[in-house]
């Protein structure tokens, strides 16, 4: 039998604010301890605000014991006339309200002088408003026998499911007890099996009388709040609505099911370990690409992920030389020439003046060299393989950068970009149509593919397997052209989702990243005298993988940031001179360690 409970409390149920429909039950326990009681639950879009109600001196005060007691907080004060205020300002919307109350008090009188209070609000109230409030009394309460004997629109919570009698259920709105009563858990990790069952057979029970559940006394996490939603309780408890609101409603987009995936190619490690001469480098820079990102993509490939594959691996410190979160300007700018530089400059150093890039390095030693992105051309990951300007604002030096550069191919998104340029992009390169006609790459001296007039398509967006299938073509194109090369080859949009907190996003340009990585893989074992390096300039949006279900294959991604983070991000090396990169190390060393590879002196 379930303990009975002795409190009153008051609790407000709002399933539709302003007339939008929210679907999200939750909770705002002790509302009336709040600065701004009632308010501040309501605008956070709590849907159900409590308030402990103590019968004294002829008047219904909101507090949890009479020491307590405020002459002003009356529950008229502090609830009642803010729904009047509600329905009067907003009368085109529905309140659908839900008014627990569980009196401190003795039963009778307190509830008589509840029925005496709510007379001037009626015309708020269930059955008389369609989507009215309606009131239900906890605590405190009559017994079950009697509830039909009280006005329409006073209904009960039930805490006593077995001395309820089957009359009195229509007057019944909801089921509530303590979490206590099933569990010790504190709201981290996961409940152990055996309370576990026993909360899911609550649930069963309430659900089958058709009413809804509440637990109270319940822990206060993010985890719990996602456990609970995920069991099927009805109303959420806790004492922080804005952040319990908040991140339910962001559940759908951060939460997914895995794809099934193929066996991933396996790498044959045959140059690994061999001090033989590195001819080409082909470098991968995953945008706002941390370890979460990479963590997140490996679980949802059924690890079959190309990056976890990798034997040699390190951190990289990312931060700029005037920032502790480096922006992608400056980080790739110290891949790309060695030094670290103030954010937004684009192979710059700290004074303005232009940096050498590797790309600039390696073309006066006949290296073809290239970059490939899912970014815009004058995005400051590519930019920074080939522009210098001081700011990455900059497009119109960008551009003009980009046609007097000695790359001998790009590939990416934003033809509008050049629109200005285009005749004189057009002299010092020959533009492909389509990525069709990369089989004529070997005919021309120089080649730029634009694969969009303005952004590219992202993976939910249908982008499909443009890249991996661009990456198959184009690699064996490029070493044909020329004995050595280097080629950037950047995954742009994990960056985007990770700004639009968008776990969905960030895992599908991951995976499309990854499988980029595949076809490079492939490529240098064929090869074997190509170095793969594979990084990120910075994480971004502060990701982490708090909850996942190893059976249903699903995952959650949660951020602390819109914006990037100064952790350190994973450095992946394979083929010959790979062991090179293992350790940990500031980005602008990076670099370094290719050129030293490749015996070039910058």
């Known amino acids: 039998m379930l303990k009975k409970i002795v409190p009153f409390i008051i609790l407000f149920s709002f399933n539709i604010m302003f007339g939008q429909k929210d679907i999200i039950n939750v909770h705002s326990h002790n509302d009336y301890k709040k600065t701004v009681p009632f308010w501040q639950a309501f605008s956070a879009g709590a849907t159900s605000i409590e308030a402990d109600v103590i019968f004294k001196d002829g008047k219904l005060f909101v507090a949890h014991e009479e020491a307590t007691i405020l002459p002003t907080a009356t529950l008229e004060n502090l609830y009642l006339s803010p729904l009047k205020q509600l329905d009067s300002t907003y009368q085109n919307s529905n309140l659908d309200l839900q008014l627990l109350i569980d009196i401190k008090t ?23 408003k369609k989507d009215g409030v ?26 006593e499911i077995e001395n309820t009698p089957e ?46 559940i509440r637990f109270w006394a319940t822990p206060d996490t993010k985890t719990a709040w996602h456990t609970f939603y995920k ?40 140059f690994d370990a061999h001090a033989k001469t590195v001819k080409n480098i082909i470098f991968l820079i995953g945008d706002g690409m941390g370890l979460s990102q990479v963590s997140a993509g490996d679980f949802m ?43 937004r400059a684009i192979s710059t150093d700290v004074k303005g003046n232009d940096l050498s890039s ?67 992009l057009k002299k010092a390169y020959t533009l492909l149509d389509d990525v069709s006609e990369l089989k004529t790459f070997s005919k021309h001296k120089k080649v730029g593919l634009f694969l969009s007039d303005n952004g590219l398509q992202s993976m939910d967006e249908g982008r499909g397997r443009l890249m991996p299938e661009l990456i198959n073509e184009l690699l064996p194109l490029v070493k044909a052209k020329k004995d050595h090369f280097f080629i950037m080859i950047e995954g742009a949009m994990i960056d985007s989702y990770g700004h639009h907190n968008d776990a969905r996003g960030v895992v599908h340009e991951v995976l499309d990243f990854d499988a980029m990585v595949g076809e490079v ?23 982490s993988l708090p909850n996942g279900n190893l059976e249903a294959h699903t995952i959650e991604g949660n951020f602390t940031t819109h914006d990037h983070t100064g952790t350190m991000v994973p450095v992946f ?12 190390y500031n980005n602008s060393e990076l670099n370094k360690k290719m050129l030293q590879l490749l015996g070039v002196k910058q």
Request: charged letters at 20%.
């Open 106 to 128: 003795e039963a009778y009188t307190s509830l008589a002088e509840v029925i005496k209070v709510l007379e001037p609000y009626k015309s708020l109230l269930k059955p008389y």
């Open 358 to 424: 590797i790309t600039e390095i390696l073309s006066k030693h006949s290296y073809t060299t290239g970059v490939v992105t899912t970014d815009h051309l004058t995005g400051a990951t590519p930019a920074a393989f080939y522009a210098h300007v001081q700011d990455r604002g900059d497009t119109s030096g960008i551009v003009n950068d980009l046609v007097e550069s000695p790359l001998d191919f790009f590939v990416g998104a934003g033809k509008a970009d050049f629109k200005k340029v285009l005749p004189n």
């Open 301 to 343: 490939s059924n690890n079959q992920f190309y990056m976890s594959k990798f034997k040699s691996i390190g951190l990289i410190r990312t931060q700029s030389a005037d920032n502790f979160g480096t922006d992608s300007a400056a980080g790739a700018t110290a891949y790309a020439t060695g030094e670290r530089s103030n954010n």
């Open 521 to 543: 893989l492939k490529f240098a074992d064929l090869d074997g005298e190509t170095l793969v390096v594979i990084t990120a300039d910075h994480e971004t949006g502060g990701f």
């Open 231 to 270: 069991l099927g309780v009805d109303y959420i408890n806790t004492d922080d609505p804005n952040g319990a609101v908040s991140y339910l409603k962001s559940l759908p987009k951060m939460t997914f099911k895995g794809e099934s995936v193929t066996q991933a190619y396996v790498p044959a490690f045959s």
């Open 167 to 212: 009359s009195s259920w229509n007057k019944v709105a909801m089921i509530s007890t303590s979490f206590t009563n099933f569990s010790k858990w504190n709201g981290l990790g996961r409940m152990v099996e055996s309370e576990l069952n026993g909360v899911k057979s609550f649930i069963q029970v309430a659900h089958k009388l058709n009413k809804p």
């Open 134 to 159: 309606s009131i239900v009394i906890s605590g405190s309460r009559p017994k079950p026998s009697e509830y039909s004997k009280y006005p329409d629109h006073i209904f009960f919570d039930c805490q």
């Open 573 to 584: 090396a394979y083929g010959p001179g790979a062991s090179l990169f293992q350790g940990v």
